[in-house]
């Protein structure tokens, strides 16, 4: 009886936590727009601009139908302790179209940012991504891998 009890408590309890879970996921995006700042609690972050990237070096050039693009982002940690910022796994820009493209290295973008923030600490950089030429950008996704702060859409990117 004991161990039928623990077992039914056992499964009530995980449904309760994924109940929890799926929740906050579908609550958990702040919408902002670029050039403005956004904050979930834990991290502040501005999309500044979106520009062609300088010319690149030939052996790094994106084929004719491709397009290196910068973003300029500024993000401050504005929790009670170090977070750490890695925005080749947390961040993503989506097209009109809904296809979404992942930060690639483009060497003329301004420096990167990432890594681990002090409590305070700004960083600011340029992220570079790779698109065919004739899609428009329209949002930055910015999603924690743990899941807990919530996560950033930035839309109205504008060159």
């Known amino acids: 009886?004991?161990?039928?009890?623990?077992?039914?408590?056992?499964?009530?309890?995980?449904r309760l936590i994924g109940i929890g879970r799926e929740d906050g996921r579908q609550?958990?995006?702040?919408?902002?727009?670029?050039?403005?700042s956004t904050s979930n609690g834990v991290l502040e972050i501005k999309a500044e601009k979106m520009y062609?990237?300088?010319e690149i070096p030939s052996y790094f050039e994106p084929n004719e139908d491709m397009s290196a693009l910068c973003?300029?982002?500024?993000?401050?940690?504005?929790?009670?302790?170090?977070?750490?910022?890695?925005?080749?796994?947390?961040?993503?820009?989506?097209?009109?179209n809904g296809e979404n493209y992942a930060i690639q290295a483009v060497l003329t973008c301004n420096g990167g940012i990432g890594g681990p923030i002090q409590t305070g600490e700004v960083l600011q950089g340029d992220l570079g991504f790779m698109v065919p030429k004739n899609v428009t950008i329209e949002k930055l996704f910015y999603q924690p891998i743990d899941n807990i702060a919530?996560?950033?859409?930035?839309?109205?990117?504008?060159?």
């Not at 009886?1 to 995980?14: A, H, K, P």
């Not at 940690?77 to 890695?86: A, D, P, Q, R, T």
């Not at 919530?150 to 060159?159: C, L, N, R």
């Open 52 to 54: 062609q990237a300088k």
């Open 150 to 159: 919530k996560s950033f859409i930035i839309s109205e990117i504008q060159e």
């Open 71 to 96: 973003i300029n982002l500024t993000v401050k940690n504005i929790s009670g302790s170090e977070k750490l910022f890695i925005p080749l796994e947390e961040i993503y820009i989506q097209d009109s």
């Open 27 to 36: 609550q958990s995006f702040v919408t902002a727009v670029a050039g403005v």
């Open 1 to 14: 009886i004991l161990l039928v009890i623990g077992l039914l408590f056992v499964s009530y309890s995980n």
